[in-house]
Protein backbone atom coordinates (compact mmCIF):
# COMPACT_ATOMS: atom_id res chain seq x y z
CA UNK A 1 0.00 0.00 0.00
CA UNK A 2 0.98 3.33 -1.15
CA UNK A 3 1.77 6.18 2.03
CA UNK A 4 -0.64 8.70 0.26
CA UNK A 5 -3.51 5.98 -0.29
CA UNK A 6 -3.79 3.93 2.89
CA UNK A 7 -7.37 2.23 2.38
CA UNK A 8 -7.96 3.32 -1.38
CA UNK A 9 -7.71 1.66 -4.32
CA UNK A 10 -8.08 3.10 -7.98
CA UNK A 11 -12.33 1.72 -8.05
CA UNK A 12 -12.23 1.51 -4.71
CA UNK A 13 -11.69 5.20 -2.31
CA UNK A 14 -12.51 4.88 1.10
CA UNK A 15 -15.34 7.69 1.67
CA UNK A 16 -15.36 9.58 4.85
CA UNK A 17 -17.81 11.82 6.36
CA UNK A 18 -16.50 15.16 7.73
CA UNK A 19 -18.73 16.94 9.77
CA UNK A 20 -18.12 20.25 10.91
CA UNK A 21 -19.64 23.92 11.48
CA UNK A 22 -16.11 25.53 11.40
CA UNK A 23 -15.87 26.73 7.45
CA UNK A 24 -12.47 26.74 7.48
CA UNK A 25 -11.53 23.67 9.42
CA UNK A 26 -13.75 21.54 7.42
CA UNK A 27 -12.11 23.16 4.49
CA UNK A 28 -8.50 22.27 6.35
CA UNK A 29 -9.82 19.03 7.27
CA UNK A 30 -11.39 18.13 3.73
CA UNK A 31 -8.21 18.93 2.05
CA UNK A 32 -5.71 16.85 4.67
CA UNK A 33 -8.05 13.65 4.31
CA UNK A 34 -7.62 14.04 0.57
CA UNK A 35 -4.35 14.20 0.98
CA UNK A 36 -4.31 11.13 2.63
CA UNK A 37 -6.41 9.10 -0.17
CA UNK A 38 -9.45 9.38 0.82
CA UNK A 39 -12.88 10.67 -0.75
CA UNK A 40 -14.35 13.13 1.82
CA UNK A 41 -18.38 14.40 1.99
CA UNK A 42 -18.79 16.68 4.19
CA UNK A 43 -21.82 18.35 6.01
CA UNK A 44 -21.98 21.45 8.65
CA UNK A 45 -24.37 19.97 11.44
CA UNK A 46 -25.42 16.78 12.10
CA UNK A 47 -29.08 17.30 10.22
CA UNK A 48 -27.31 17.78 6.93
CA UNK A 49 -24.97 14.54 8.07
CA UNK A 50 -28.18 12.25 8.14
CA UNK A 51 -29.47 13.22 4.77
CA UNK A 52 -25.70 12.22 3.76
CA UNK A 53 -25.62 8.65 5.22
CA UNK A 54 -29.29 8.07 4.04
CA UNK A 55 -28.02 8.23 0.36
CA UNK A 56 -24.46 7.19 0.76
CA UNK A 57 -22.37 4.40 2.64
CA UNK A 58 -19.58 5.65 4.26
CA UNK A 59 -16.30 4.17 5.85
CA UNK A 60 -16.01 6.51 8.86
CA UNK A 61 -17.47 9.79 10.29
CA UNK A 62 -14.91 11.73 11.47
CA UNK A 63 -17.42 14.67 13.49
CA UNK A 64 -17.07 17.77 16.16
CA UNK A 65 -19.89 17.77 18.68
CA UNK A 66 -20.42 21.33 19.63
CA UNK A 67 -22.71 22.53 15.99
CA UNK A 68 -26.17 24.45 15.60
CA UNK A 69 -29.33 22.31 14.75
CA UNK A 70 -27.83 19.23 15.94
CA UNK A 71 -24.78 18.09 17.80
CA UNK A 72 -22.03 15.41 16.88
CA UNK A 73 -23.21 13.39 20.38
CA UNK A 74 -27.30 13.53 19.24
CA UNK A 75 -25.79 12.56 15.79
CA UNK A 76 -24.16 9.46 17.18
CA UNK A 77 -27.33 8.63 19.10
CA UNK A 78 -29.23 8.54 16.39
CA UNK A 79 -27.40 6.48 14.30
CA UNK A 80 -26.86 4.23 17.23
CA UNK A 81 -30.09 3.30 16.59
CA UNK A 82 -30.02 2.05 13.07
CA UNK A 83 -26.26 1.63 12.44
CA UNK A 84 -23.74 -0.09 14.63
CA UNK A 85 -20.94 -0.35 12.64
CA UNK A 86 -19.79 2.20 10.79
CA UNK A 87 -16.78 4.04 12.91
CA UNK A 88 -17.42 7.41 14.44
CA UNK A 89 -14.53 9.39 15.86
CA UNK A 90 -15.73 12.42 17.52
CA UNK A 91 -13.12 15.37 17.27
CA UNK A 92 -13.52 17.63 19.68
CA UNK A 93 -11.87 21.61 20.62
CA UNK A 94 -13.74 21.61 24.36
CA UNK A 95 -13.13 18.10 25.54
CA UNK A 96 -15.51 17.23 28.73
CA UNK A 97 -16.01 14.27 31.16
CA UNK A 98 -19.63 14.21 30.28
CA UNK A 99 -19.42 14.37 26.69
CA UNK A 100 -16.63 11.84 26.62
CA UNK A 101 -18.13 9.29 28.91
CA UNK A 102 -21.66 9.75 26.19
CA UNK A 103 -19.47 8.91 23.22
CA UNK A 104 -17.90 6.06 24.68
CA UNK A 105 -21.28 4.64 26.04
CA UNK A 106 -22.43 5.76 22.63
CA UNK A 107 -19.47 3.05 21.02
CA UNK A 108 -17.38 6.17 19.36
CA UNK A 109 -14.25 4.89 17.91
CA UNK A 110 -11.75 7.76 19.30
CA UNK A 111 -12.71 10.61 21.16
CA UNK A 112 -10.23 12.96 19.99
CA UNK A 113 -9.36 16.65 20.44
CA UNK A 114 -8.25 19.50 18.61
CA UNK A 115 -5.48 20.57 17.21
CA UNK A 116 -4.96 16.99 15.50
CA UNK A 117 -2.21 16.23 14.39
CA UNK A 118 -1.50 15.19 10.68
CA UNK A 119 -0.21 11.45 12.16
CA UNK A 120 -2.91 11.40 14.50
CA UNK A 121 -5.40 11.93 11.83
CA UNK A 122 -3.84 9.58 9.38
CA UNK A 123 -3.58 6.55 11.85
CA UNK A 124 -6.97 7.08 13.36
CA UNK A 125 -8.62 7.01 9.92
CA UNK A 126 -6.64 4.10 9.15
CA UNK A 127 -7.62 2.24 11.79
CA UNK A 128 -11.24 3.10 11.83
CA UNK A 129 -11.57 2.16 8.04
CA UNK A 130 -9.42 -1.60 8.65
CA UNK A 131 -11.78 -1.96 11.55
CA UNK A 132 -14.85 -1.41 9.55
CA UNK A 133 -13.77 -3.27 6.45
CA UNK A 134 -13.19 -6.08 8.81
CA UNK A 135 -16.81 -5.71 10.72
CA UNK A 136 -18.10 -5.48 6.89
CA UNK A 137 -16.10 -8.91 5.73
CA UNK A 138 -17.52 -10.92 9.00
CA UNK A 139 -20.78 -9.97 8.46
CA UNK A 140 -21.11 -10.95 4.72
CA UNK A 141 -18.95 -14.25 6.08
CA UNK A 142 -21.50 -15.19 8.73
CA UNK A 143 -24.31 -14.36 6.06
CA UNK A 144 -22.44 -16.78 3.87
CA UNK A 145 -22.04 -19.41 6.07
CA UNK A 146 -25.23 -19.50 7.12
CA UNK A 147 -25.11 -19.15 10.89
CA UNK A 148 -25.51 -15.47 10.97
CA UNK A 149 -27.82 -12.55 10.29
CA UNK A 150 -28.92 -11.11 6.75
CA UNK A 151 -29.10 -7.08 7.05
CA UNK A 152 -32.71 -7.08 7.57
CA UNK A 153 -32.04 -9.28 10.72
CA UNK A 154 -29.77 -7.23 11.49
CA UNK A 155 -30.98 -4.15 11.59
CA UNK A 156 -34.45 -5.95 13.49
CA UNK A 157 -32.38 -6.88 16.19
CA UNK A 158 -30.34 -3.46 16.94
CA UNK A 159 -33.57 -1.75 17.23
CA UNK A 160 -34.35 -4.73 19.26
CA UNK A 161 -31.71 -4.17 21.26
CA UNK A 162 -31.48 -0.46 21.21
CA UNK A 163 -34.97 -0.77 22.96
CA UNK A 164 -33.76 -3.23 25.75
CA UNK A 165 -30.58 -0.93 26.44
CA UNK A 166 -33.02 1.96 26.78
CA UNK A 167 -35.24 0.18 29.09
CA UNK A 168 -32.95 -1.88 30.89
CA UNK A 169 -33.05 -1.89 35.01
CA UNK A 170 -31.10 -3.45 37.60
CA UNK A 171 -32.82 -5.58 39.86
CA UNK A 172 -31.08 -6.52 43.35
CA UNK A 173 -31.23 -9.83 45.51
CA UNK A 174 -29.85 -10.31 48.68
CA UNK A 175 -27.17 -12.57 49.85
CA UNK A 176 -27.39 -13.59 54.04
CA UNK A 177 -25.11 -14.82 56.57
CA UNK A 178 -27.82 -17.19 58.43
CA UNK A 179 -25.70 -17.25 61.57
CA UNK A 180 -25.45 -13.40 62.00
CA UNK A 181 -28.92 -13.09 60.45
CA UNK A 182 -27.47 -9.99 58.31
CA UNK A 183 -27.52 -8.70 54.67
CA UNK A 184 -24.48 -9.07 54.14
CA UNK A 185 -24.93 -7.48 50.06
CA UNK A 186 -27.00 -7.67 46.96
CA UNK A 187 -26.40 -8.55 43.57
CA UNK A 188 -27.07 -6.94 40.99
CA UNK A 189 -29.01 -8.80 37.98
CA UNK A 190 -29.55 -7.91 34.18
CA UNK A 191 -33.27 -6.83 34.05
CA UNK A 192 -35.37 -4.99 30.92
CA UNK A 193 -38.37 -4.24 29.33
CA UNK A 194 -38.22 -5.10 26.17
CA UNK A 195 -40.24 -8.16 25.36
CA UNK A 196 -38.59 -9.46 22.74
CA UNK A 197 -35.26 -10.25 25.06
CA UNK A 198 -36.55 -11.18 28.24
CA UNK A 199 -34.26 -12.69 30.01
CA UNK A 200 -30.51 -11.73 30.67
CA UNK A 201 -29.29 -14.48 28.59
CA UNK A 202 -30.82 -13.17 25.84
CA UNK A 203 -29.58 -9.70 26.30
CA UNK A 204 -26.24 -10.51 26.18
CA UNK A 205 -26.82 -13.16 23.29
CA UNK A 206 -27.83 -10.09 21.25
CA UNK A 207 -25.17 -7.89 22.71
CA UNK A 208 -22.73 -10.37 21.61
CA UNK A 209 -24.06 -11.01 17.84
CA UNK A 210 -24.19 -7.50 17.35
CA UNK A 211 -20.59 -6.62 18.93
CA UNK A 212 -22.04 -4.54 21.73
CA UNK A 213 -21.15 -6.35 25.30
CA UNK A 214 -18.86 -3.52 25.85
CA UNK A 215 -21.95 -1.16 26.18
CA UNK A 216 -23.85 -3.19 28.08
CA UNK A 217 -21.75 -3.70 30.57
CA UNK A 218 -20.95 -0.33 30.90
CA UNK A 219 -24.18 0.32 31.08
CA UNK A 220 -24.99 -2.49 33.91
CA UNK A 221 -22.18 -1.33 35.94
CA UNK A 222 -22.92 2.26 35.87
CA UNK A 223 -26.45 1.63 36.63
CA UNK A 224 -25.92 -0.79 39.55
CA UNK A 225 -22.92 1.22 41.18
CA UNK A 226 -25.54 4.64 40.59
CA UNK A 227 -28.45 2.26 42.44
CA UNK A 228 -27.20 0.97 45.05
CA UNK A 229 -25.53 4.07 46.14
CA UNK A 230 -29.00 6.15 46.36
CA UNK A 231 -30.50 2.68 47.84
CA UNK A 232 -27.86 1.37 50.75
CA UNK A 233 -25.19 3.57 51.66
CA UNK A 234 -22.87 0.15 52.78
CA UNK A 235 -23.38 -2.89 51.77
CA UNK A 236 -21.42 -5.12 49.09
CA UNK A 237 -22.58 -4.91 46.03
CA UNK A 238 -21.99 -7.95 43.82
CA UNK A 239 -21.95 -7.47 39.96
CA UNK A 240 -21.42 -9.84 36.74
CA UNK A 241 -18.87 -9.30 34.73
CA UNK A 242 -18.40 -11.17 31.33
CA UNK A 243 -15.11 -12.18 30.82
CA UNK A 244 -14.30 -10.06 28.12
CA UNK A 245 -15.35 -6.80 30.15
CA UNK A 246 -11.94 -7.42 32.43
CA UNK A 247 -10.98 -6.26 28.38
CA UNK A 248 -12.75 -3.27 28.83
CA UNK A 249 -11.37 -0.09 29.20
CA UNK A 250 -13.55 2.12 31.45
CA UNK A 251 -13.73 -1.37 34.20
CA UNK A 252 -10.09 0.57 35.18
CA UNK A 253 -11.34 4.25 35.19
CA UNK A 254 -11.49 6.07 38.32
CA UNK A 255 -13.83 8.33 37.46
CA UNK A 256 -16.63 5.93 36.32
CA UNK A 257 -19.55 4.94 39.28
CA UNK A 258 -18.42 1.57 40.34
CA UNK A 259 -14.79 2.45 40.39
CA UNK A 260 -15.87 5.39 42.95
CA UNK A 261 -17.42 2.14 45.71
CA UNK A 262 -14.76 -0.38 44.79
CA UNK A 263 -14.01 -1.03 48.29
CA UNK A 264 -17.55 -2.59 48.66
CA UNK A 265 -18.12 -4.29 45.22
CA UNK A 266 -17.39 -7.69 44.49
CA UNK A 267 -16.83 -8.54 40.39
CA UNK A 268 -18.23 -11.66 39.61
CA UNK A 269 -16.22 -13.75 36.92
CA UNK A 270 -18.28 -16.68 36.02
CA UNK A 271 -16.84 -19.87 35.70
CA UNK A 272 -18.51 -21.09 32.77
CA UNK A 273 -16.61 -19.36 30.09
CA UNK A 274 -13.25 -19.53 29.24
CA UNK A 275 -10.98 -17.11 30.62
CA UNK A 276 -8.14 -17.43 27.98
CA UNK A 277 -10.60 -15.26 25.70
CA UNK A 278 -8.89 -12.05 27.11
CA UNK A 279 -4.44 -12.14 27.48
CA UNK A 280 -3.13 -10.93 30.59
CA UNK A 281 -5.96 -12.30 32.85
CA UNK A 282 -3.88 -11.55 36.24
CA UNK A 283 -2.71 -8.07 35.23
CA UNK A 284 -5.97 -6.87 34.77
CA UNK A 285 -7.13 -8.70 38.40
CA UNK A 286 -4.44 -7.26 40.14
CA UNK A 287 -4.97 -3.98 38.58
CA UNK A 288 -8.37 -3.84 39.78
CA UNK A 289 -8.01 -5.40 43.41
CA UNK A 290 -5.50 -2.05 43.54
CA UNK A 291 -8.62 -0.20 43.24
CA UNK A 292 -10.10 -1.55 45.56
CA UNK A 293 -12.42 -4.68 44.16
CA UNK A 294 -12.38 -7.63 44.92
CA UNK A 295 -13.31 -10.93 43.09
CA UNK A 296 -15.55 -13.93 43.06
CA UNK A 297 -15.82 -16.78 40.85
CA UNK A 298 -19.32 -17.62 40.07
CA UNK A 299 -20.98 -20.79 39.37
CA UNK A 300 -18.62 -22.51 40.63
CA UNK A 301 -19.55 -26.50 39.48
CA UNK A 302 -21.16 -25.58 36.59
CA UNK A 303 -17.62 -24.77 34.71
CA UNK A 304 -15.32 -27.05 32.56
CA UNK A 305 -12.44 -25.30 33.76
CA UNK A 306 -11.51 -27.02 37.12
CA UNK A 307 -9.08 -25.42 38.91
CA UNK A 308 -7.41 -22.58 36.41
CA UNK A 309 -9.98 -19.97 37.02
CA UNK A 310 -8.67 -20.05 40.38
CA UNK A 311 -5.43 -20.12 39.93
CA UNK A 312 -5.67 -17.07 37.52
CA UNK A 313 -8.61 -15.31 39.98
CA UNK A 314 -7.58 -16.12 43.26
CA UNK A 315 -10.50 -15.01 44.08
CA UNK A 316 -12.11 -13.49 48.00
CA UNK A 317 -15.69 -15.01 47.14
CA UNK A 318 -16.79 -18.37 45.76
CA UNK A 319 -20.49 -19.05 44.93
CA UNK A 320 -21.65 -22.42 44.33
CA UNK A 321 -23.58 -22.55 41.07
CA UNK A 322 -27.26 -23.45 42.00
CA UNK A 323 -27.45 -26.51 40.01
CA UNK A 324 -25.30 -27.87 43.03
CA UNK A 325 -27.70 -26.46 45.45
CA UNK A 326 -30.57 -28.00 43.45
CA UNK A 327 -32.01 -30.77 45.94
CA UNK A 328 -28.86 -30.70 47.35
CA UNK A 329 -30.74 -32.96 50.41
CA UNK A 330 -31.52 -35.67 47.87
CA UNK A 331 -27.85 -36.88 46.51
CA UNK A 332 -25.08 -37.82 48.02
CA UNK A 333 -22.82 -36.73 45.10
CA UNK A 334 -23.81 -33.68 45.94
CA UNK A 335 -23.24 -33.25 49.19
CA UNK A 336 -19.75 -34.67 49.46
CA UNK A 337 -18.78 -32.37 46.65
CA UNK A 338 -20.09 -29.13 48.79
CA UNK A 339 -18.95 -30.28 51.85
CA UNK A 340 -15.33 -30.42 50.98
CA UNK A 341 -15.76 -26.76 48.60
CA UNK A 342 -16.45 -25.40 52.72
CA UNK A 343 -13.72 -26.97 54.02
CA UNK A 344 -11.40 -26.33 50.79
CA UNK A 345 -12.82 -22.33 51.31
CA UNK A 346 -12.51 -22.11 55.00
CA UNK A 347 -8.89 -23.34 55.00
CA UNK A 348 -8.06 -20.87 52.51
CA UNK A 349 -10.19 -18.15 54.14
CA UNK A 350 -12.52 -17.43 51.26
CA UNK A 351 -16.05 -16.20 51.53
CA UNK A 352 -18.69 -19.02 50.11
CA UNK A 353 -22.10 -18.63 49.20
CA UNK A 354 -24.55 -21.09 47.97
CA UNK A 355 -26.69 -19.73 44.52
CA UNK A 356 -30.44 -20.22 44.20
CA UNK A 357 -31.35 -21.91 47.76
CA UNK A 358 -34.90 -22.48 47.16
CA UNK A 359 -36.00 -24.46 50.08
CA UNK A 360 -36.20 -24.96 53.53
CA UNK A 361 -34.90 -28.80 53.15
CA UNK A 362 -32.19 -27.38 51.11
CA UNK A 363 -30.91 -24.46 53.51
CA UNK A 364 -30.62 -27.19 56.15
CA UNK A 365 -28.46 -29.37 54.30
CA UNK A 366 -26.25 -26.75 53.11
CA UNK A 367 -25.95 -25.48 56.85
CA UNK A 368 -24.80 -29.12 57.97
CA UNK A 369 -22.27 -29.20 55.19
CA UNK A 370 -20.68 -26.05 56.16
CA UNK A 371 -22.51 -23.41 54.28
CA UNK A 372 -23.36 -20.18 56.15
CA UNK A 373 -23.88 -17.65 53.66
CA UNK A 374 -26.57 -17.76 51.26
CA UNK A 375 -28.74 -16.46 48.15
CA UNK A 376 -32.10 -17.53 46.86
CA UNK A 377 -35.80 -17.27 46.62
CA UNK A 378 -36.38 -18.91 49.28
CA UNK A 379 -34.88 -15.63 51.35
CA UNK A 380 -35.59 -13.27 49.01
CA UNK A 381 -36.33 -12.67 45.32
CA UNK A 382 -34.54 -10.29 43.25
CA UNK A 383 -36.33 -6.22 43.34
CA UNK A 384 -36.41 -2.78 43.74
CA UNK A 385 -36.86 -1.85 46.20
CA UNK A 386 -34.26 -3.81 47.99
CA UNK A 387 -36.02 -7.13 48.73
CA UNK A 388 -37.19 -7.90 52.67
CA UNK A 389 -35.34 -10.89 53.99
CA UNK A 390 -37.22 -14.55 55.03
CA UNK A 391 -35.25 -15.68 57.55
CA UNK A 392 -37.54 -18.84 57.77
O1 LIG B 1 -25.22 -16.71 36.89
P1 LIG B 1 -25.75 -15.97 38.11
O2 LIG B 1 -25.42 -16.67 39.38
O3 LIG B 1 -25.30 -14.52 38.12
O4 LIG B 1 -27.35 -15.99 37.93
C1 LIG B 1 -28.21 -15.50 38.89
C2 LIG B 1 -29.62 -15.74 38.35
O5 LIG B 1 -30.31 -16.69 39.15
C3 LIG B 1 -30.47 -14.49 38.37
O6 LIG B 1 -31.07 -14.31 37.12
C4 LIG B 1 -31.51 -14.74 39.45
O7 LIG B 1 -32.75 -14.15 39.14
C5 LIG B 1 -31.61 -16.24 39.48
N1 LIG B 1 -31.94 -16.76 40.82
C6 LIG B 1 -31.66 -16.20 42.00
N2 LIG B 1 -32.09 -16.96 43.03
C7 LIG B 1 -32.68 -18.05 42.47
C8 LIG B 1 -33.33 -19.21 43.02
O8 LIG B 1 -33.47 -19.41 44.22
N3 LIG B 1 -33.80 -20.12 42.10
C9 LIG B 1 -33.67 -19.95 40.76
N4 LIG B 1 -34.16 -20.88 39.95
N5 LIG B 1 -33.08 -18.86 40.22
C10 LIG B 1 -32.57 -17.93 41.07
MN1 LIG C 1 -23.81 -13.95 39.57
Given at each position: MSDHSAESTAENKATVLLVEDNEELRAGFERLMARLGYAVDTAPNGVAALDRIAHREYDAILSDI?????????????????????????????????????????????????????????????????????????????????????????????ATFARALGSLWVAFQPIVSLKKKVVLGYEALLRSREPALPHPGAMLEAAERLGQLDLLGRTIRRRAATDMVSAHPSALLFVNLHVRDLADPTLLDPDEPLSKIASRVVLEITERAALDEVGDVRVRVATLRQMGFRVAIDDLGAGYSGLASFAQLEPEVVKLDMSLVRDVHQSATKQKIVRSMARLTDEMDLMVVAEGVETRAELDMLSSLGCDIFQGYYFAKPGPPLPSVNWG
Open positions: AMPEMDGIQLLRKLRERNGIIPFIVLTGEPTVTTAAQALELGAFRYLTKPLSYADLKDTLHKAICYHRVARAKASAAELLGNGMGPGDRATLE
